[in-house]
């Protein structure tokens, strides 16, 4: 299927690695232009050359930390009016509500609630003005069925949750769409941290820890990055149009709710 993307421009961040690498990569094979954000200069440059020699598309790279008003700017600067926004920022780390301070929550609300909604604000309009506008939001699993460890993931999230439901209704008019992909268990640096925390919390090993997990999943797998991408093209796509406001869980089945 074409998703009629062929010269659109799109900002990913968070993109050197894991999801965000694999949403950058499905966009660039769809004949889209990629502005990709990190803050680790030699992941995020092997990741450019990759995907230039993979699809021959125009990569742009900012180094820089996204959750900051510094980095903010500089990756607008490169990518002003992008037709994609991708929202990505590397969760906080695992521990007990106990051991967190406020300042411990400020920098969650920093960069996976507020900074997500920076980029829309400095985004949207232009995108309705063109007529054409997917802003994705990678956010988790846990927003769906929280994880007792994640708490200030599961916090900060499920704040940009509730106020993408909001606008992602306003602006749908203007064929801008606003959605959230939820993963579960794929197979990125994020997962293997998650997987060190609670085998460290429960004093076994991180490898059973890790098949404690992989058999609560109906599929029996951990989650391709590059499937995780797949899902992220098609919501940017032309014919993706009347979704907007939706959380898309992409877990293996793993989620045992109706709703």
């Known amino acids: 299927m074409d998703l009629g993307l062929q010269g659109r421009g799109a900002l990913v961040c968070a993109a050197s690695r894991g999801l965000g690498r694999a949403c950058a990569f499905a966009l660039a094979r769809e004949g889209v232009a990629v502005t990709i954000v990190a ?24 180094v820089a ?8 700017a500089a990756a607008l600067a490169a990518c002003p009016a992008p037709d994609i926004l991708v929202n990505n920022a590397g969760g906080p780390p695992p521990g007990d509500f106990r051991d ?29 003005a063109r007529r054409f ?18 708490g200030l993931s599961n916090g900060a999230r499920s704040g940009l949750t509730g106020f993408v439901a909001g606008l ?16 579960g268990f794929f197979d990125t640096d994020r997962i293997r941290a998650v997987v060190g925390g609670q085998a ?8 059973e820890a890790l098949a404690e997990r992989v058999a609560t999943i109906p599929a029996g797998r ?33 989620y045992p709710g109706t709703f």
């Not at 930390?65 to 903010?72: K, N």
């Not at 460290?200 to 490898?207: C, D, F, N, T």
């Open 168 to 183: 992602a209704r306003k602006t749908v008019a203007h064929n801008v769409t606003i959605n959230n992909l939820l993963p």
């Open 65 to 72: 930390d996204i959750a900051t008003t510094d980095g903010r």
């Open 222 to 254: 951990i989650g391709d990055p590059a499937e995780f991408g797949a899902a992220c093209a098609w919501l940017c796509s032309a014919q993706a149009g009347y979704i907007s406001g939706q959380n898309w869980l992409l877990d293996g089945g793993a």
């Open 100 to 128: 967190w301070s406020r300042d411990d929550w400020i920098k969650a609300l920093d960069a996976n609630m507020l900074t997500p909604i920076e980029l829309i604000k400095a985004t949207v309009d232009g995108m309705m």
């Open 39 to 62: 803050r680790g200069r030699e992941a995020l440059e092997a990741t450019a050359a990759e995907i230039r020699a993979a699809t021959g598309v125009a990569v742009t790279t900012v």
């Open 200 to 207: 460290k919390a429960k004093g076994v090993s991180y490898e």
């Open 133 to 150: 506008g997917r802003i994705v939001n990678i956010t988790s699993a846990a927003v769906k069925a929280p994880i007792d460890v994640l």
